[in-house]
């Protein structure tokens, strides 16, 4: 297990025992890319109330998880698109990422290109671009490359198999390149930088806690090779 890992598993498991502190840890390294993934499905102006709703779920419900570092970044995010689903129903609105989901083969898309996407997929003009994939394709993105989950738990997270956000993933990034391409953006950033957050004074409540900084995170990259 990496470091970070095995630091992430701790916090859980201490914050499940009612430890207050380590649920603010927990709440730093997890939420800047939860956020990322939430913005993909919502749009910026909804992200950061669906945010919440999902931190009081994950607050509420975490005597009953069981599990590492990755499951729990799986966990949470499946409560995160859960919320976010279910605001978007509220509001008879479709997920921000365009298109629909398509049935996938298990074979990955292999493309020089998508290195590069992977390069600068972090970039806050990236997660934009984002959200012109393909909802499949989107989610595949951000939950294997921003928010860091192994392809069985992105698949738990989806409700797919693990070839199908494998190969999602693959096609997303391929596109992702074309996209930069087209728009003339810049391969910079490197695969664990973290999405850049909005500077401001604003500081985020975790639930039962004092204000916390989004820019915190602890986060393994993930490779092409990972994918």
Known sequence: MQGDDAELTAAVTAAQSG???????VYRAVHPRLLGYIRTLVGE???????????????????RFSGDADRFRGWAARIARNRA???LRMRGRRPAVG?????????????????????????GHT??????????????????????????TAAR?????????????????????????QEGAPVSGGLGAVPPQPRSRRRHHAPGGHGVPTGVTHWRARTQKDM
Do not use: C, Y
């Open 85 to 87: 689903l279910d605001h």
């Open 99 to 123: 298109g629909d989901e398509t049935e996938l083969t298990d074979k990955p898309a292999a493309s020089d290109t998508a290195d590069e996407a992977m390069e600068a997929v972090a970039t």
């Open 19 to 25: 430890d207050e502190n380590a649920f603010r840890s």
């Open 127 to 152: 997660l934009h671009l984002i959200a012109q994939l393909p909802q499949d394709q989107a989610e595949a993105v951000i939950l294997r490359v921003v928010v860091g989950l192994d392809a069985k």
């Open 45 to 63: 102006a909804d992200a950061e109330d669906v945010a919440s709703e999902s931190w009081l779920q994950i607050a509420r419900d975490l005597d």
């Open 157 to 181: 997270t989806l409700g797919k198999r693990p070839g199908a956000v494998r190969t999602a993933a693959h096609r997303g990034l391929k596109r992702l390149a074309e996209l930069m391409g």
